[in-house]
C-alpha cells in the first residue's frame, strides 16, 4: 500500500510503519503522548493506518495485541508527562523559544486544562500538539493524582484502541482502500479542527472583552483605545 505522504516522506504512516514496524509505533505514540519532543508526530493517522494494515495482514500482530501495546504506551506517555511537568512547574512557562518548543503550545495547552478540568485529559486525546502538552501541564498544576490516573486511562483506551479499531474496521471496506490517501487527509483535516474552533473561539471572547472594556470608557478615551 502506497500512501501519500502527509508532510515530509519520513512523518507518513505507511512509511514509519514499513521501515519501523510496531516498536516504531508504540515509540511516536509514547512520544506523542508526553514529550515535548513528540508534538509533531502523526499519531491519530499512525493508529488509522496500524489498524488498517493488520486487517490486511501486513502487519503480523493480533489486533487484540495491538490496541493493548498502543493504549499502554499512550498511557505510560502520559504518565512521564505529568512527572515532567511535577517536577519542571512554572519554569516551563519561562522556557524561551526553539525550533522545537514553541510557548505558544505550552499557553494553548493550559487554557485547554483550565477550561475543561480533569476531562481535559480525555478530550485533549483527540486534538494534535495539545495531547502532548496537557499531562505536562496536569503535572505543573499538580492536579490530584489519582484523578489523573482515572481520566489518563480513560484517555489512553478511547483514543489508542479507538482510532485503532476504527483503522481495522474501516480496512475491511474496499472503498478505503482505494481511497486510502484522501482518508488519512481526511483523518488529519479532522484532528485540527478542534484547535480552529478553539482558535475562532478564543479570537471572539477577545474581541467581545475589548468591546466591553471600551464601552466602560469615558466617550474622550474609546478612540484612543481602539487605536491600541
Known sequence: MNTLALGPSWLDPDYLIETFGLIGVLVIVFAESGLLIGFFLPGDSLLFTTGLLVTTGVLDTPLWLVCTLVVLSAIIGDQVGYLFGRKVGPALFKRPDSRLFKQENVEKAHEFFEKHGPKSLILARFVPIVR?????????????????ITFNIIGGVLWGAGVTLLGASLGKIDFVHEHIEAILILIVLISVVPIVIEYLRA?????????????GLPPAQRGRHAKR
Open 132 to 148: 502532548t502538552f496537557t499531562p505536562i501541564i496536569a503535572g505543573v498544576s499538580r492536579m490530584n493524582y489519582r484523578s489523573f
Open 203 to 215: 479570537r471572539s471572547q477577545s474581541k467581545k472583552a475589548a468591546a466591553a472594556t471600551e464601552e
